[in-house]
């Protein structure tokens, strides 16, 4: 052999095969700017989903953190903190900084700081990143600003950081919690953990799509390797090229995708961390969420594997590919286990795993099932058109798979998010009420009475209208009945209409009104779940080194609390009660609570009182929520639309092929109008069908998130609530997406069809 | 109020960007805030300013910056060379006239700033700490009688006869609390006490004490060291102590086994550098050092930090060679610096501190 | 002379290649009595499939009449609607046409897709199985396109025509990706069938001797001879 040349000497290969294979883009340019244009979507859209939802749990955690590292100094003669309090702790080595509260006597509350004192809070807390942001900004000015204020109220407040012990204060001094605003801690933990689990489902979806796309291109140049393979070029020579295609193709796509996606993601979350520093009082810088490498190599992988999964598993092929019943009923073994796992399934990742099978088998059965529909209504059709359409249906259901899918996940996607967010909104709406019931909120300071203020507030009763007021007491007691398990005391009184807008989870008869009666307590939905206790059970509580006993008349909702909580009538509570927090919650009704803070302040003898204004809060913490879930629902609509796109591109493609047989029809007599209606109708069957098979997936998935994962992640439930109006609109959008591909397909048909000349696949031959 | 608040936050946030700050020293602050507020309000020291005392140990609030600055070379009992550091700075947002009285500390008042560095060097480990406070508080501030200087609880107080002081600071893993035994009478640098920094006339007032014995506990981790040694301790006072240019500073204060001491310093530029110092004697009165009569040489550099010197002063046949210990002695603070003890040897042997600022350190 | 079926005056068509027209058809007459076949002969691009496609109106000629079935159609006339609604009419009840390939739904078995023609041209369908089986493909019934061989196809689209009971059938070279024998087998089958129900029959084709086989003969290659 050793003389005779080669038939194609080395260097064809390294020329020829490269050119070859790429003759065929440069042939449909269009193709490869699909396909290019999808990766760089596909990953656009996963970096910002995936961008935001780190961005936000970032800000979250630091939130959480400043919020948590907010204690103060306090007196312990009860008397207010002065600049001498300021000076002698810092003297003796604690790290107080100064939050001077100014109420202007006009203009909005102010807060002073002082940057130079926060230093000792060291890097990378709540206090010092305060110091990053402008402090002419509101509501943090510099104290020297604060304190020239002509000021209607002011105080002052020391805070300090949680590593201060109480050890480490000199006499007289002792630590309390510092609150200006609720912990929304576990409520957003919970959302940004269902945002997460959504984003592994973009990517999921973008995949699909990604495939798709690539499989389309390939059956397009499948010409090309026929003609490659009579040259002599072996099919794994050829898929080594295409392997190394695909990957200079990611890599070029992928960078701008992700930079697109950190564009989108800091365009739209831009305000979100503005919305959160509002919330929390504390400037706090939003996370930059993962750097660079990270989505690279996920979308890399992704596209790896998406476009040529077939090929890493064709040494496996023989086994993969089953017979159709085979396949039928593996994916219902799939969905079924799934479904089941979902419900039982008693940790998190046995849920997140069940989810994965019940997308696999639905993914996998979807397009089976509705081909077997079409069929089935096909074969009962007597009228010959209809049954034509029907197996036309089936035809475009297996060829169209994965885009279908895709289409069908995104809609899922889009009605669980739209579900869980509206849920969400509620839920915060009704934790707010519930913690800001009353417009303000007064602390009892250290050393006074509340229930002199309370007498006060009961003879004003008649004379003011519109008052509305409650006591609040916070303690601890023990829990007899479950091994002395330590509970947070809550305890109101008088149990007024304040109360009574609170939602129940579970409740006796006239629960509000026994409770007032001084009869039985509530327990907060953590106690019921941990200790399975139910409405009608009786408390064996120990209050005060007193045991009583009180039955459960009902169950509140905590969002999140962790701790088992008990809400008791305050009049209850006997003498020995360590009372340890103790308010006024008031609506002042007409007057105003200006009336009523100088009466307390008189009642008390004190200068300055410790009031909420729960309007405010309850403001910027609407605001906040409302920005994350207007991004939430953005993003999920991205990837619809994509999905719908890539559908409208595949349907057009698919369409294409066929169109000489949907001429075939005018050869046969219809008339243009005729067959374009009947293409319209088919197009509308199909994406119809697909939000409709894609409305059960969607409200299973919001299920999950809302009952199951929530429950195991965070041990509470958040209701859920259906909403019909939105799947209608879903349907719509989806019925949208059928006309238009129907209406690219009518331009088509005025144009003269080629006959397709093979059968093989994508030819328009399939049935 | 602004502009005091932008100078704060800028002082404030280059702690933030500290790769940028390896260029600017603290003392560069001085020059940051030119013409913000109008410069005739800060009194400049020049050429003909006297030294007073015990006045001078007090605070100068009518000039921008100054500060208090302590090093000493100890060894613990078994004979462990360690090297410590305190110092507190004065930066004014707001110059104030001696007769002023200061401002109420209800006011919150933002007329300067204080800021506390605190660091030990043992067995090549740097500990260091910084503090801030805002002046006219209460919690931090300096008196020349009685004298003392503090900030919350780093305090540093001499008694009646101010020949005596104690000092306490702490940080994070590390304290220390020691007695200083003042010998001597404060040698003024310069002229009489006028240290030039540049050919065109800036500088600062300046006085040390040279002469300092020191006892007391280091605590490192929890392991208590019983140290010894001698101390130097330095006064500067200016308002502009850098020339728009200069990028920083090298300087060392030694001490030679012969008894003999040294003060020099170079402040850098692009186009050269301005040196000058103070000889010192065993027997006799301190010589002002020109930049003719001294030469100094960088020998070798760690990471960007020229360790070992060569200094020479070829009148007094002063041929030495300098060399900070192992290890890394940046101070990473607002503005990180290196501050580390050095070995001294050559025509002399001995000990002594070395501040280097304006490298790129980071 | 038996009644005219088709009978074609002065036609012309021409397409557009760049900005030069390009003649395909000129002045083009001829007439085709009930039951009479024609063959049109000519080489590739000679014009036989767009002759075929003005003669069922999927395309409409610049000049000329064309009188089908009893209808005109005059060229260049302003009611391009009704045009193509007679046309479709036409092609639905009495114009069936055989391609070479592809003249059946895939997704349809060979039955469904004859009953569908049949249905459409408003013929009884129950006759469909019994064409199928006349044309020898009655096992295959229940099959699809793509499960049976070509000439199976053809002749299945052989009874697909025959079962709308066409007056003219275009076929557009219809045993060209046949081999010879099989040709010959659907060829005999489609003469004779057309001979039998007396429809008329123009056959475009490369092939002389199936050419012979057509009483008239219309050859594109000679411009307009008759």
């Known amino acids: 052999m050793k003389g005779l040349p080669s038939l194609f000497p080395p260097t064809f290969h390294t020329f020829f095969l490269p050119g070859g294979l790429l003759s065929h883009y440069r042939r449909h340019p269009l193709q490869l700017l699909a396909l290019a244009a999808m990766i760089v979507i596909a990953t656009m859209l996963w970096t910002g989903v995936n961008h935001l939802t780190s961005q936000a749990r970032a800000s979250l955690n630091q939130s959480e953190q400043a919020v948590a590292e907010r204690q103060q100094v306090v007196r312990n003669d009860g008397r207010a903190l002065a600049i001498d309090d300021f000076v002698a702790l810092r003297l003796a080595g604690v790290c107080v900084m100064p939050w001077l509260e100014v109420t202007p006597e006009t203009g909005s509350r102010l807060v002073g700081i002082d940057p130079l004192a926060a230093h000792c809070f060291g890097a990378g807390t709540g206090a010092s990143q305060a110091l990053d942001q402008p402090l002419d900004g509101k509501p943090f000015v510099d104290v020297y600003a604060a304190a020239g204020v002509s000021a209607r109220e002011s105080r002052l407040y020391l805070l300090t950081p949680e590593a201060t012990q109480a050890t480490d204060l000199p006499g007289g001094y002792s630590l309390k919690t510092f609150a200006t605003s609720p912990d929304t801690g576990e409520l957003g933990d919970s959302f940004l953990l269902n945002l997460e689990a959504l984003g592994v489902l973009v990517l999921l979806i973008t995949a699909l799509l990604l495939r798709a796309v690539y499989l389309l291109g390939l059956a397009q140049r499948r010409a090309s390797f026929v003609l490659l393979h009579r040259f002599g070029v072996s099919p794994e020579q050829v898929q080594r ?13 992928v960078v701008p995708g992700v930079w697109l996606g950190r564009w989108l993601a800091a365009g739209l979350g831009g305000g979100f961390g503005q919305a959160l520093d509002g919330l929390f009082d504390i400037p706090l810088y939003a996370g930059q969420g993962h750097g660079w490498i990270t989505p690279v190599l996920v979308m890399l992988a992704v596209v790896v594997l998406a476009c040529l999964g077939d090929l890493i598993l064709l040494r496996f092929r023989g086994r993969l590919s089953l017979p159709v019943p085979v396949r039928a009923g593996l994916a219902t073994a799939l969905l079924v286990a799934g479904l089941v796992l979902a419900w039982l399934g008693p940790s998190l990742a046995w849920v997140f795993g069940a989810v994965a099978l019940v997308f696999a088998g639905a993914g996998w059965l979807t397009p089976a099932a509705v081909a077997h529909l079409a069929y089935w209504c096909a074969d009962r059709s007597q009228v010959p058109l209809a049954r034509w359409r029907y197996r036309e249906l089936a035809v475009l259901a297996r060829q169209l798979t994965l885009p279908l899918v895709a289409l069908q996940f995104a809609l899922a996607m889009v009605l669980s998010v739209q579900a869980l967010v509206t849920t969400f909104e509620d839920t915060f709406d009704r934790w707010l009420g519930q913690r800001l019931e009353a417009a303000y909120y007064i602390e009892v300071p250290a050393g006074a009475d509340g229930r002199k203020a309370a007498e006060w507030l009961t003879s004003q009763q008649a004379s003011i209208p519109g008052l509305q007021w409650h006591r609040v007491v916070r303690g601890q007691a023990q829990l007899a009945n479950a091994g002395s398990l330590q509970v947070d005391v809550f305890a109101v009184s008088p149990v007024g209409s304040l109360m009574r ?179 319209q109708r088919l197009a509308l069957l199909l994406t119809g069908g697909i939000a409709v098979l894609a409305l059960p997936l969607g409200i299973w998935l919001t299920w999950v998130l809302v009952h199951r994962i929530n429950p195991l992640a965070f041990g509470w439930s958040l209701p859920m609530a259906v909403y019909p109006a939105f799947w209608l609109e879903l349907c719509i959008l989806s019925l949208a997406i059928g006309l238009s591909i129907a209406a690219l397909m009518r331009r088509q048909l005025g144009s003269p069809a080629v006959a397709p000349a093979s059968a093989s696949a994508l030819t328009g031959d399939e049935r | 109020m602004n502009r005091r608040m932008g100078l704060l936050l800028g002082l404030l946030l280059f702690a933030g960007c500290s790769g940028d700050t390896g ?113 006219d508080m209460g919690s931090a501030g300096a008196t020349a009688v009685p004298f003392k200087v503090w900030l919350d609880n780093w305090q540093l107080r001499g008694n009646a006869d101010n020949d005596r002081w104690h000092l306490q600071a702490a940080g994070d893993g590390w304290s220390y609390d020691l007695t200083l035994s003042i010998e001597g009478a404060p040698v003024a640098h310069g002229e009489e006490g006028f240290s030039a920094k540049s050919a065109s006339g800036e500088g600062s007032m300046y006085f040390s004490l040279v002469d300092i014995a020191i006892t007391g506990e280091v605590t490192l981790d929890g392991e208590v060291l019983v140290v010894r040694g001698k101390g130097w301790f330095d006064r500067e006072w200016s308002s502009q102590l850098l020339k728009t240019g200069q990028k920083g500073w090298d300087w060392f204060a030694l001490h030679l086994d012969s008894g003999d001491k040294l003060m020099a ?25 020109s930049s003719e009569e001294l030469s100094l040489k960088e020998l070798e550099r760690r990471k960007d930090v020229p360790v070992r010197w060569q200094l020479s002063i070829p009148a007094y046949q002063v041929e030495l060679q300098l060399n900070a210990p192992p290890g890394d002695y940046l101070n990473r603070g607002l503005y990180p610096y290196w501050e580390s003890p050095v070995n001294v040897s050559g025509s002399h042997s001995g000990e002594g501190y070395m501040e280097l600022t304006g490298y790129r350190t980071q | 002379m038996t009644e005219s079926l088709l009978a074609v005056r002065g036609l012309s068509k021409h397409f557009v290649s760049g900005n030069e027209p390009v003649p395909v058809i000129e002045k083009l007459s001829f007439t085709l009595g009930q039951g009479q076949s024609l063959a049109l002969t000519g080489r590739s691009g000679s014009g036989k499939s767009t002759l075929l496609n003005l003669l069922c109106g999927l395309e409409l000629a610049d000049t000329g009449t064309i009188v089908m079935h009893g209808q005109v159609f005059e060229a260049g006339g302003t009611a391009v609607l009704r045009t193509a609604k007679a046309w479709s009419a036409l092609r639905r009840q009495h114009i069936g046409v055989v391609f070479q390939d592809a003249n059946l739904m895939p997704a349809l078995s060979l039955l469904e897709n004859v009953r569908f023609r049949a249905q459409l041209a408003g013929r009884d369908p129950a006759n469909s199985e019994d064409w199928l089986t006349r044309l020898d493909i009655g096992e295959l019934a229940h099959r699809y396109p793509d499960q049976v061989s070509g000439g199976q196809r053809q002749r299945a689209a052989l009874a697909m025509v025959f079962a709308m009971e066409p007056a003219l059938i275009l076929a557009d070279e219809p045993t060209g990706s046949l081999d010879r024998h099989t040709s010959d087998d659907v060829t005999r089958v489609l003469f004779d069938l057309q001979a039998r129900h007396g429809c008329g029959l123009i056959l475009a084709t490369h092939d002389s001797e199936l050419a012979a086989g057509c009483q008239q003969h219309l050859d594109l290659g000679h411009l307009n001879a008759i």
């Open chain 2, 265 to 289: 310093f170079r402040l850098r530029d692009d186009s050269g550098s301005f040196l000058s110092g103070t000889w010192l004697p065993a027997e006799g009165d301190p010589v002002r050092l």
């Open chain 2, 23 to 135: 260029d600017e020293g603290f003392a560069g602050l001085a020059g940051l805030e030119q013409g913000a507020v109008s410069d005739t309000l800060y009194l400049q020291p020049g050429p003909g300013v006297r030294l007073s005392f015990p006045a001078d140990f007090g605070p100068h609030p009518q000039h921008r910056i100054e500060w208090w600055y302590l090093t000493a070379n100890l060894e613990t009992a078994v004979g462990e060379p360690l090297g410590l550091q305190w110092t507190q700075f004065r930066q004014a947002l707001e110059p104030r006239a001696a007769s002023e009285p200061a401002p109420a500390a209800t006011d919150w008042p933002l007329q300067a700033a204080w800021m506390a560095h605190g660091a030990v060097s043992w067995k090549g480990q740097h500990y260091f700490a910084e503090k801030l406070a805002r002046g």
């Open chain 1, 501 to 679: 807008a609170w939602a129940l989870v579970e409740a006796a008869d006239q629960p509000w009104e026994t409770l007032a009666s001084g009869e039985g307590g509530m327990i907060n939905e953590q106690l019921a779940r941990r200790q399975r206790l139910e409405v009608g059970d009786s408390l064996q509580l120990i209050v005060g080194d007193q045991p009583q006993a009180f039955s459960v008349l009902g169950v509140y909702p905590d969002y999140g609390r962790p701790v088992g909580e008990v809400l008791l009538n305050a009049e209850t509570l006997p003498e020995t009660f360590n009372i340890r927090f103790e308010s006024i919650s008031v609506s002042p009704g007409e007057p105003g609570i200006a009336p009523v803070t100088d009466a307390l302040q008189r009642i008390w003898g004190v200068n300055a009182l410790t009031v909420r204004d729960n309007g405010t809060i309850r403001e910027l913490a609407t605001g906040v929520f409302d920005q994350t879930f207007a991004l939430t629902r953005a993003m999920t609509l991205l990837t619809l639309i994509l999905a719908a796109s890539a559908l409208l591109m595949m349907g057009w493609v698919f369409f294409s092929t066929r169109a000489w047989y949907f001429r075939l029809l005018v050869v046969w007599g219809m008339s243009q109008r005729e067959v374009a209606d009947q293409l």
């Open chain 1, 241 to 253: 090229w295409l392997v190394l295609e695909i990957l200079v193709l990611a890599l070029v796509c």
